[in-house]
């Protein structure tokens, strides 16, 4: 052993790269926490909302009369009432200077464009009373005709969402690489080009359902306001809010105190955030809103929701030549905070791994008579990451040549990172084939594909498939001068200040609010490195912006890369002010003193050294410390990235397909992911996991259907299918590490990684199964019904039919899907 | 949600309950497990003036043999019905298709007598007591009676329970000779009900089979049995070519509806498939 070697294993382990169960699991497993809704102030009133029932209609009249004289009301209002103070919920995102926003008042006034949309709220003593008098609002509808399909809505003289309008189009966002000067020119490629495959994919509506409600309390205090939410961006919303009611900011106060999942789904201006507020200012007394599982699904933002146009350009020896790629995306009724951003995002994600020499992004953004969609995990790069691998595999099916070699030949090499793509991003680190290989033997891909060729040669009723998927994501949001670039409202930049108390304790603020990531764990590991204190002295706080008054908050996988170094930068900071009062204190020149497990010692002088945590009581104390300095070794710093980070990996599927029933079933799922260092691997492994299981919910069980009324027909659990853990395989995962050379930690970012990744290798898998038989395309998600059609009576599997499942006697009514007509087709017995 | 204000009344016996359901107004639910009625009261589809709790009836749960019929108190959880003794030995069929009812939770609450009184079309239990023609002991302010399975089911969510009535126990024929069983369930995630199902009871004799009785869920808006495949396996050899031809009359007489887990021409196709499997399976194939 030699003698390095020997001070390697003395010296205390380090916390990066351990795999700490996360220090805030028990208080949010038991509930023994302040979820929202646990809030209870003392004069606290109810908030209950009417819906609309019908996706188009003008409100020709509303008598709230009832319902104010119900038991325990204290008011009831309308959009009328509320029409001159509650402003627009706030678009951050215009991606063209063109783009048309009809605004988005947070109750209808004169005209309801969704099922869901608020037309009337009831305030009241207790919720109880608050909802039982929902029900004696009467509301009259002079109904217009919903637009609901994309295609159909940007089609000539189809009915307009808003009549005030032109067309139902928003913005027309074009990316040109020729024009760009990162490609050449794509028509010339696709002139030249000697093999093109087009495919139309669909991207179904998907549901955010994060565990727990949305849910809002606003305590009036004078002029000044607290606001309890749970939102992923207690820091976006209080700017947003303060602007839309004109509260002047800082008498505004915003909290989200332990929020239970949010994929998205809580990276929103919620209009009943802002109606709270609005009744908290007019009534001076606390309010609080919780919605209801049902609200959840009809009225908070779905995601996804595009018609992709894909066209890729290649040689027959299979070297890509050209990708184009026109999208039609659904906006829904209303632009919400980033809802025209989301498709643009994907934009610089649809090359993928891929060198293709030209490519050229077309998007619509389509108003239709729907909630409006808005960021859902991975919010543009899994649609633009399913487009791209699914045409791949068209490609080699066309060229007749092995999906892996045709993805082999034309990814970016190993050697050749750093790697500008055709979209004009610097792909930071990494080495596809190595994740590649890894994956291969995870799966046991040879004996797989041995079994794959005697199914077929037998003809067994259960075929079996192989999906991959190959594929990066842009990770850290964001350099804030790239985000000013695309026109988005606010920068990327995150900050973290860290306070030495007295006794020695750590106290890390962060910007970066969690809502289950387990940033505390985290961050806990990465100050316990760099302070060299033990883990379990550090505390990080969050989520309040009195508490933590600068951040951006949490999505885009950006906290540990972006949140995460600001946490370093700060340490290092009160590292460099501890210096200098370890210097006075030694009587030593700063420049001998080394730092070391939490200690300043002089080099040479055995014995002689200060730990930091002594120091900060020292200065504490403030008797003895240098001239120059003030007595505080606490310090701030704000990130700002300079480039995205560029996860990778490759995930593969093996699935079984029943003929007979079209029935698909995962038979084994393997998948490795590059993130760059690892901080925690159980969180790591928790991130791939929860991922996975939303990717490949998208690929087999997930989708918002609406009837030809524009009801919500998935309006509850029963009828959207989110799966549980017995629904899905176990994954073998595995990880290769390169590290992100854009943050000190040398992360990457692992937040949305299986949910972008898993997607494409799923469907790409069950087409591999049943390509033989003449499927090429199976529509998303792809349910037995859909398999068995598209296997015995060609195309896609198309639409499935509209009506709730009659199981609970039809789990559906008015509050949770709309209202009947003849031409709607709820469930059950109405 | 919130359910709209009900009375709420708990007797612990069945004289009790009849009472306060006599006394209980104009619309009154009984509340079993609850698995299927709060929901629909939370999503107020139901908005019930009186709710009897039945929970505290002692004497409507558990198993018990009366001569060559098994007798299942109405009370009895999912649960017990899975780990019962006298069920497995009688009427396996019974315990197997339970085990696919929901999840662990909703079985140690939900009921079996709840299951079959609620007649959800899409439910497992009831096209398992139509193809083994149990009977239906109801409890009314005259008295008792006995409805057979054939007559219990009348329509969507509606059963020979008049206003007033109580079910309280049902009765299982015992299998005796050669007997094999097997349910059959299709849905897409595990928790969740039956797309279409089919519950099957073969008995065998010599090589042949002698008796099929085959209940199928979700094929219209009560359970059904497939009459055409019955006849069809009525002595026929045990064979899979046999087989296969009797299930493809599976779907003669259905009704299936069309909704977002199946359009009706694919729920025709999967029970003449289901079928199949599951007379194999119960044949020993
Ligand atoms: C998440 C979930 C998943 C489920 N999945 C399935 C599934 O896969 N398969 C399946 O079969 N079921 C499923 N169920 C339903 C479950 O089986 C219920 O337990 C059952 O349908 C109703 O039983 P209960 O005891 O809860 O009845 P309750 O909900 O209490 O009552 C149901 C109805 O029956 C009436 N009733 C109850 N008892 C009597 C009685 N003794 N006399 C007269 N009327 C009575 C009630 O008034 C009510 O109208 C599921 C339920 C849930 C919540």
Redesign the pocket.
Known sequence: MTVTEDAATLAPAKEVGQPRRRKEDARLITGRTTWTDNMVLPGMLHLAVVRSPVAHARITGIDVSAAQQAPNVVAVYTGRDLAEEQGSIPCAWPVTADMVNPGHPSIAVDQVNHVGEAVAIVVGRSKVAATDAVELVDVDYELLPPVLDLEEAVADGADLVHDQLESNTSYHFVFDAGEAGTGTDTEQAFADAEVVVSRRLVQQRLIPAFMEPRSVVVQPQGDNYTMWSATQVPHVLRVMAAMVTGIPEHKLRVVAPDVGGGFGGKLQVNPEEILCLLLARRLGKPVKWTETRSESLMAAHHGRGQVQFIDIAADREGNVKGLRVRLLADMGAYLRLITPGVPALGAFMFPGIYKFPAYRFECDGVFTNKVPTDAYRGAGRPEATFAVERIMDELAVELGMDPLELRRKNWIKAEEFPFTTVAGLEYDSGDYEQATQKALELLGYDELRAEQKRRRESNDPVQLGIGFSTFTEMCGLAPSRVLGSLSYGAGGWESASIRMLPTGKVEVVTGSTPHGQGHETAWSQLVADQLGVPFEDVEVLHGDTAVAPRGMDTYGSRSLVVGGTAVVKAAEKVVAKARKVAAHLLEASEDDLEFADGKFAVRGTPGASVGIQEIALAVFAAHNYPEDVEPSIDAEATFDPVNFSFPHGTHLCAMDVDTDTGMVKIRKYACVDDVGTIVNPLIVEGQIHGGLAQGIAQALYEEAVYDADGNLTTGS??DYLVPSAADLPHFDTANTVHVAPGNPIGAKGVGEAGCIASTPAVVNAALDAVRHLGVSDILMPLTPERVWRAIHQGGDGGDRATAGTN??GGAQTESTAGVSTPASSLGGDR | MIPAPFQYARPTTVDEALQAIAEGGEDV????????????MRLRL?APETVVD?TRVGE?RGVREDGDALVIG??T??HDVITDPLIAQYAPLVAE?TE????RQ??Y????????????P?????AVALALDAEFV?AGPGGRRTVPAADFFVDY?T?A?EEG????EIRVPKLTGQWGMRYE?F?RVA????IVAVAAAVRREDGHIAEARIGL?NMGPTPLRARATEAALAGADATPEAIASAARQAAEGTSPSSDLNAQADYREHLVQVLTRRAVSAAAGL
């Open positions: 659990f029963v199981a609970y | 639910k009984i509340l079993a497990g609850g698995q299927s009625l709060i929901p629909v139901a039945i409507l109405a009370m959880t999912h298709a696919t009812v929901a999840d909703v079985r609450r939900g009921t079996f007598g709840g299951a079959l009184a609620h007649a959800d899409a439910g497992d239990l009831p109801i969510l059963t329970l009535e109580l079910l309280v369930k849905n928790q969740a009900w039956s869920t």
